[in-house]
């Protein structure tokens, strides 16, 4: 079993590239049906009447939040019980299953449904994606590799927020059509992924565990609750978790931005967030695919969340004025693209063992998102405060962000899997 030719065995450098993207494209159908959701919904309260509590629903069982919290609980255990393989391939179809609710969605109840069950998969992949991203990346590249999976992140919303904009005049059919390419895409990536083999670490693990005299057993919870294991966790959740009450609120006041510096076409709504999403990955790109694996991770992460205080204060400190908002815009999409989410994705994965890594993955995302989901039923009460209360309230998460991690960054540039894992030893 383990002699066979599989994912993370060594390979050349075009089919490790070739087995990232599959396995990151999870990133791109994640964010793809969060803001395809969010496009859509206006369509949906016309159509259906929906109320405000019933719009709340959906945004705190969505994708972006509860239901993708559970989909990460279960499909992380489950990675870590029968292999990365299995989650990542077939949650694909279920995936599908999901948005063929919301393509065909005649009433509020199967909106919600369909988002439940999307939100379910794309859970589920995550910690599947991300465990494979990394035990397959040749050493010195990890870094460059997961920065892929967030490139596609940035990409899925420019896709679905162009289509929208080419298929405003459609209406509600418009929004089919773009759920429609993300069902497509699903069952496309199920038969690109039925050709990958599983993760030769996780195989090598279940060997040398059985070799050292016990069966190989499933990753449990419990396993998890060990001191060592304790502080990696609340660390990554208190950095991630602060700086993704930000991201989760940031729907709610960028709109506002845009009508109140007087953009408030369509297109030149749809211009500004693509132009953000851009410079995003570019910032993933140019910094940190290039200097994650070389430099000091510690310092990079807080040029990174001072970026973003300052981006974030300038709203709280100055006057709303188109030169500002585009400041803004600049100063966050820079920060961000080599931020708080890329350095959660790597270091989630480098601070755990192989037969620990998709539990723990999973278990941190689904908390994060699940209090982000919790939390999104009081954003309405925060925005009613006022902008510029907003405005402070969210800095502060991100520099509590900043803080968590500066304070707690591992240096583990450079080092294999092997190395880390030799270490928590």
């Known amino acids: 079993m383990a002699g066979e030719q599989n994912l993370a065995a060594p390979g050349t450098q075009k ?3 070739k087995n990232t993207i599959l396995a990151g494209l999870a990133n791109y159908i994640d964010a793809g049906s969060i ?10 309260m016309e159509e259906y009447a929906l109320s405000p509590s019933f719009v709340g629903l959906i945004g705190a069982l969505g994708p972006n939040a509860i239901s993708a ?52 998969a794309v859970g589920a ?80 693990a279940q060997v040398e565990q059985e070799a050292a005299g016990t069966a190989a057993k499933p990753a449990r919870l419990r396993d998890l609750m060990q001191a060592k294991w304790i502080g990696p966790m609340a660390f990554l959740i208190g950095m991630y978790g602060m700086w993704n009450l930000w991201a989760g609120t940031n729907g709610f006041f960028f709109p506002y931005i845009l009508r109140t510096v007087g953009n408030q076409s369509q297109g030149m709504s749809v211009a500004i967030q693509s132009l953000s999403f851009f410079i995003g990955m570019l910032s993933i790109w140019l910094i940190f695919m290039k200097l994650s694996d070389r430099v000091n991770q510690r310092l990079l992460f807080l040029v990174s969340a001072i970026m973003q205080v300052i981006g974030m204060a300038l709203l709280a400190i100055f006057p709303l004025t188109l030169p500002m908002a585009l400041l803004h815009v600049f100063l966050m999409a820079v920060g961000q693209g080599f931020g708080a989410q890329c350095f959660f994705q790597l270091w989630s994965a480098e601070m755990f063992p192989t037969l620990l890594r998709s539990t723990a993955q999973g278990l941190m995302f689904g908390i994060v998102r699940i209090s982000l989901g919790v939390f999104s039923f009081f954003v309405p009460l925060l925005t009613a405060t006022g902008f510029q209360t907003l405005a402070w309230i969210l800095t502060g998460f991100l520099v509590l962000s900043g803080l968590i991690g500066f304070l707690g960054a591992p240096r583990n540039e450079g080092k294999s899997l092997e190395e880390l894992e030799e270490e928590m030893a």
Not at 75 to 91: T, V
Not at 153 to 178: D, N, T
């Open 15 to 17: 089919d490790d590239w």
């Open 35 to 44: 803001v395809a959701g969010s496009a859509a919904l206006a369509l949906w």
């Open 69 to 120: 919290g559970l989909g990460a609980f279960i499909g992380g255990r489950l990675c870590d019980l029968f292999g990365r393989k299995k989650i990542y391939q077939y949650d694909m179809l279920f995936y599908a299953f999901g948005m063929l609710w919301l393509i065909f969605a005649m009433n509020a109840w199967m909106v919600l449904i369909g988002f439940f069950l999307v939100g379910l």
């Open 125 to 204: 992949d995550i910690p599947a994606s991300w465990s494979l991203i990394a035990e397959a990346a040749p050493k010195g590249s990890r870094g460059k590799h997961s920065g892929v999976a967030q490139v596609l992140w940035y990409l899925g919303p420019v896709v679905v927020l162009l289509m929208f904009l080419v298929l405003e005049p459609l209406g509600l059919l418009g929004a089919r059509i773009v759920f429609g390419h993300l069902a497509v895409l699903a069952l496309g990536l199920t038969f690109l992924r039925s050709r990958m083999k599983e993760s030769q670490r996780w195989l090598d």
